[in-house]
């Protein structure tokens, strides 16, 4: 069988030996995702965390050159489409990748989540990805070609063999093997800590190479990132986003298609590695990918600041007429997580009358919300709010 039908044909699928740098941006990577993990309660990060999915899912429809805005988003959650066909399935798409990172998050919470790299869960991914598509979504065309994809399920056919650009995956026939030695090579439980972590850029590229499906690589890997992030201990609870890094890049918007096509490059004489692929290159996209990690928990962290926030709660009750009472309320929120309603009136130092005026006017504003009518009250992050407590975390559009 020819080299480029055998599963060693991705390797190496991880460093032998890391660098310096690559050693120094783990370290830091873990150090900072945990700081940024213990920057808010538990209960507000959980909050927050939905809006983070929003701007996760808006960068990563811009990677694939889908501009759907955050309000078009926003739109579909509430299951608000739009008339016209196009941005419909824009919006069917983005509340798919909501969905799916959601039920991501949940299993990771729950401690359920299982290997990200397996054949089981990569497979589910893209179901869940696709679930609910229109034939218009699944419908592959190319020159010779015109047919169905079938959500959940490897290329298994002729018909489904692609070229990347330059790049020539391997054949429909030969993905089981692939994607067999793919989950063996990255499976967690056989990886430390470090290893763990600087095995996420390497599956990353590694999956995109054997393009498994004929559509939704990118997205797959995406996700399954994210998984891998949660099971390494750098996720922070899904408070920060790769595909944002992944978009922007660290020079240009272009960097993340530079490198993915830079860590394709075969091997380049003996002091290469030993693989088929480049050693060298594996190291500088690993390298690259841990700074845009670093970049992005940097980036989240100072959106986070406790101080921060408090000014930002204090402008916010400003802008939208509040009663000036609603600043102590709001931060004491902001520090536990939530308070009982029966705490408004010492909190705000009311009569039970107007503190319960007062609790009606936040919760139908929606800086604050309660699970049932008379439970405890909590921060709720909304586009509306991210204006003004979190004013860069999107582009303005």
């Known amino acids: 069988m020819a080299l480029i039908e055998t599963p060693t044909r991705i390797e190496p699928c991880l460093l032998d030996e ?50 759907t805005t955050p309000r078009e988003i926003e739109r579909a959650l509430n299951d608000q489409l739009d008339a016209d066909q196009d941005r419909r399935d824009l919006q069917i798409e983005a509340r798919a990748h909501i969905r799916v990172q959601r039920e991501i998050d949940r299993l990771f919470a729950a401690g359920t989540l299982p290997e990200p790299t397996s054949t089981e869960f990569i497979l589910w991914l893209h179901g869940a990805f ?43 026939a030969c993905v089981p093997a692939f994607m067999e030695h793919f989950a063996q090579a990255y499976r967690f439980d056989r990886l430390g800590a470090g290893s763990r972590i600087m095995a996420i850029p390497a599956a990353h590229h590694r999956l995109n190479y ?25 996720g922070a609870h899904g408070l920060w986003s790769i595909s944002r890094g992944m978009a922007r890049g660290l020079e240009s918007r272009g960097d993340y298609k530079r490198m993915m096509d830079h860590a394709d490059t075969p091997r380049q ?3 290469d590695g030993r693989g088929n692929l480049s050693r060298r290159a594996l190291a500088e996209f690993t390298e690259w990918f841990l700074k845009i990690c670093v970049d992005q928990v940097a980036f989240m962290s100072s959106l986070f600041e406790l101080d921060t926030l408090a000014r930002r709660l204090r402008i916010y009750v400003e802008r939208h007429d509040l009663k000036p009472e609603a600043v102590p309320l709001l931060e004491q929120v902001l520090h536990r997580g939530e308070i009982p309603r029966g705490e408004a009136a010492r909190v705000t130092g009311l009569k039970e009358r107007s503190a319960r005026d007062l609790l009606a006017s936040l ?16 921060l709720r992050f909304t586009l509306d709010t991210a204006d003004i407590l979190f004013p860069t975390l999107f582009p303005e559009t």
């Open 18 to 67: 890391a660098s310096p740098a690559i050693l120094d941006l783990v370290a830091e990577l873990s150090r900072a995702s945990g700081s940024l993990d213990a920057k808010l309660h538990p209960r507000s990060a959980a909050n927050l965390a939905e809006l983070v999915r929003i701007m996760n899912c808006y960068y990563s429809n811009l990677i694939e050159g889908h501009n």
């Open 363 to 378: 919760t139908n504003d929606g800086i604050l919300d309660s699970d049932t009518p008379k439970g405890p009250v909590s």
């Open 210 to 234: 054997i393009h498994p499906f004929p559509d939704g690589n990118g997205r797959v890997s995406r996700l399954m990132s994210h998984a891998m992030a949660l099971k390494a201990g750098i």
């Open 269 to 271: 004489g003996d002091l």
């Open 130 to 172: 696709y679930e609910g598509a229109s034939e218009k979504m699944l419908r592959i065309k190319s020159q010779n070609h015109d047919f169905l994809m079938q959500p959940g399920a490897f290329r298994s056919r002729p018909e489904e063999d692609v070229a990347v650009g330059r790049h020539i995956p391997p054949s429909s």
